[in-house]
């Protein structure tokens, strides 16, 4: 063999050794495309606030970022499609337009319990996964839609852990009620009537308020309250009507403790004074939940949002981890397909210590309720110092609901 | 007289090798205040208290057991305590939030979980330098390495997944999705076989090595109880896999070849860290909400001791270069 004829050989040798190499690489370099899956999440706020303000935002959010990192292993990607309604004909409206121009695989819904209902008529018809962050309408709570979810708990779960704790730990048998001059009022009341009959209270008062013409008088009656000799007041109220009747419920200061069915924000705080004089409230999630790696939760969603955790966030992180985990265990991202996951009782880790499952007659996740605390410690400034001082399990409806612990 | 010079002889070389190697020691890392509880596994007793860093939750020791190493989750390092001083002679950095780690066969490596940065970083202990930072899914904790030094498992609760990193050149090559919240991994001694527990899904995964995949899948089931499966090892013969249950304060014994279920054994309170000695005869138990260790005799699985230690014990790791 001549030279020239070893250097050619050579010379094709290597020409074909790095053409073979760049494709080798040039095919590890692109990889296959992930799957997409959008997952609409609907919102009850003005149109003009801040998106990234926004408590239930932000939970999605952590929950889509942490999915794409275990998508990723197998795949898949999801993203987020944000919209703002208001009032049911939008939401339905708003629901139709993601289902069919965006193809969503799930709708993620913080609507009142008008807007929901309206929504889930949208998603029975198309078969798309709808979970609901937000309505907690006890009727909402049926069989009949096997497509939708409760990742938020009803209000007669949220009062049968209140209520438990003011009741069997704190001793308040007599309860003064306010509550709403209206249908939800009424309905609150029944509810407390139904849980007190059972449990060995009773209500020792009632105060049934509205926001008046002229804006000022609410109707409270101070007198009714002290005449009442009850040991708590319970407050079914939310929104002007709850800030209108703590400010004036404040002064002059009362020496009563406070529970509300709703949570608690830094503003109900203002009128508790230099006292110590609790408030209590029930809720899904806390941030200062350590145990059963509540710790790292609340770690990781301070570290990417620098605010705390709350109940909001918590559910559409755990609405986003739920669809996430349906779509790669089943490897497709159909609505069916999701929800026959969901109701194969998956145990999902919802980092509060046990495998939540759905209970299917009631379309109800079953996880752990929290009753909070906060005490305002220093007169004139409001500090967050809410901690748990009660845990109570919610388990299927055969069960009933019970408390596991308290502390 | 041969014979008596024979019996002589042996017994003065059984006396040299019991002064000069002693017993081995069980190092258990107390998370609430930050010590090592040092028990001296003939006497089971309490002989050293170590102060360590901030929140020591994994523990280990070179193959030499010169050197202990503990995960200190708030310190940010490896403390490396040298273990006939009983002092802390080094902190390695290992990136944020260490929970666990693995060393190598050899002890020249330890992939560590970082628990709040989605990665395990590898770490040569020589030098301390870290050598890769390798993403891992969500919440990483459990890191196990197979006994020819080839592969790493490490779990991540929060994506209930197992990364798979191939130690020639620290890359996930798999990633296998496993029960619900994935802690504790470990591998058979024979390197074919790797033990995964889920502590919401209250299983243990059963991984063909070679595959990379699953083949079997074990539930724990204790009546009245929520068994929560957190720690895993195997016995030195691969007979037998015992398996910590968390708040259900059980230990779970599995025959190593049908994977069956034999018997639940009762120790103390949230059970998790496990420990075996090298003859596998005794088994001892990290309580963390009971602050003690229980010691089970492996032959006859009852608890024949129970020593406190400090304040919520998390991991235990027994010295395994010391023969008795």
């Known amino acids: ?407 | 007289m041969q014979y008596i010079g024979r019996f002589f002889s042996f017994t003065g070389l059984f006396l040299t090798a019991m002064v000069s190697n002693g017993e081995p020691f069980a190092y258990v890392s107390n998370e609430y205040d930050d010590t090592v509880t040092v028990i001296d596994t003939f006497t089971d007793e309490v002989v050293a208290t170590i102060k360590v860093g901030d929140r020591p939750r994994g523990i280990g020791l070179s193959p030499d057991g010169r050197k202990l190493y503990i995960a200190l989750g708030s310190d940010n390092a490896i403390g490396v305590v040298g273990t006939v001083t009983r002092k802390i002679v080094d902190r390695l950095p290992c990136g944020t939030d260490p929970e666990t780690f693995a060393l190598s066969p050899d002890g020249s490596r330890l992939y560590i979980s970082n628990e709040d940065a989605n990665t395990a970083t590898v770490l040569d202990t020589a030098s301390g330098i870290v050598l890769a930072r390798i993403p891992v899914g969500v919440e990483p904790e459990g890191v196990a390495v197979s006994p020819d030094g080839r592969w790493v498992y490490v779990t991540a609760e929060s994506t209930h997944t197992v990364s798979v990193i191939d130690t020639r050149n620290d890359k996930v090559v798999n990633t296998i999705l496993v029960g619900s919240r994935p802690r504790g991994a470990t591998f058979s001694p024979n390197g074919k076989r790797a033990y995964v527990t889920a502590e919401i899904g209250g299983v243990v995964s059963v991984i063909d090595v070679e595959r990379s995949e699953i083949t079997g899948e074990i539930r724990l089931s204790i009546e009245g109880e929520v068994v929560k499966p957190m720690g895993v090892v195997v016995s030195p013969d691969g007979s037998r896999v015992y398996v910590s249950t968390g708040r259900a304060n059980h230990v779970a014994i599995i025959d190593g070849a049908s994977l069956e279920v034999l018997r639940y054994v009762a120790v103390g309170g949230r059970v998790w860290g496990l420990a075996l000695t090298t003859d596998g005869r005794k088994l001892y138990t990290a309580n963390g909400g009971s602050h003690n260790v229980s010691v089970i005799d492996t032959d006859r699985n009852v608890v024949i001791a129970t020593i406190p230690t400090g304040r919520g014990p998390w991991g235990v790791v027994v010295d395994a270069s010391r023969e008795k």
């Open chain 1, 1 to 407: 063999m001549t030279p020239w004829i070893k250097i050619k050989g050579l010379v094709l040798g290597l020409s074909l050794f790095t053409i073979s190499f760049a494709s080798l690489q040039m095919s590890r370099a692109v990889g296959p495309e992930p799957e997409w899956v959008t997952i609409g999440l609907l919102l009850e706020e003005p149109s003009g606030s801040v998106l990234e303000d926004s408590r239930t935002y932000r939970g999605a959010v952590l929950g889509v970022e942490e999915a794409n990192v275990l998508g990723g292993f197998f795949g898949w990607q999801f993203t987020l499609s944000v919209t703002h309604v208001n009032g049911a004909t939008a939401a339905a409206v708003a629901a139709d337009r993601l289902i069919k121009k965006e193809g969503v695989a799930a709708l993620i819904s913080n609507l009142g319990d008008d807007a929901f209902l309206a929504v889930r008529s949208v998603v029975q018809e198309s078969k798309v996964v709808l979970l609901n962050c937000s309505a907690r309408a006890d009727s909402l709570r049926i069989n009949s839609f096997p497509l939708a979810y409760h990742i938020e708990v009803s209000n007669r779960d949220y009062l049968l852990a209140l209520g438990h704790f003011l009741v069997s730990e704190k001793k308040h048998h007599r309860w003064f009620l306010v509550r709403g001059d209206d249908s939800d009022g009424e309905e609150w009341e029944e509810m407390v009537r139904t849980f007190l009959s059972g449990a060995g209270g009773e209500i020792a008062g009632i105060s049934a308020l509205s926001i008046q013409p002229d804006g000022e008088d609410i109707g409270f009656n101070r007198e009714e309250l002290e005449e009442s000799e009850a040991s708590i007041v319970v407050v079914c109220l939310r929104g002007e009507l709850r800030t209108a009747f703590m400010d004036s419920f404040g002064r002059p200061e009362s020496s009563l403790p406070v529970a509300m069915v709703y949570e608690a924000n830094a503003d109900d705080m203002a009128w508790i004074g230099s006292g110590s004089r609790p408030v209590y409230w029930p809720s899904i999630w806390s941030h200062t939940l350590v145990r059963y790696s509540g710790r790292e939760l609340n770690s990781r969603y301070r570290r990417r949002f620098d605010v705390l955790m709350d109940s909001d966030a918590w559910s559409n992180w755990a609405a986003v981890k739920l669809v996430a985990e349906a779509v790669i265990n089943r490897r497709q991202a159909n609505g069916k397909i999701i929800s026959d996951f969901l109701g194969s009782h998956p145990p999902f880790d919802g980092h509060k210590g046990a495998a939540l499952t759905f209970d299917l007659p009631r379309r109800q996740l079953c996880h752990t309720l929290y009753v909070l605390e906060n005490r305002r410690l220093v007169d004139g400034d409001i500090e967050d110092e809410s901690k748990v001082v009660s845990v109570f399990q919610l388990v299927s409806s055969d069960s009933g609901t019970k408390p596991i612990e308290s502390r």
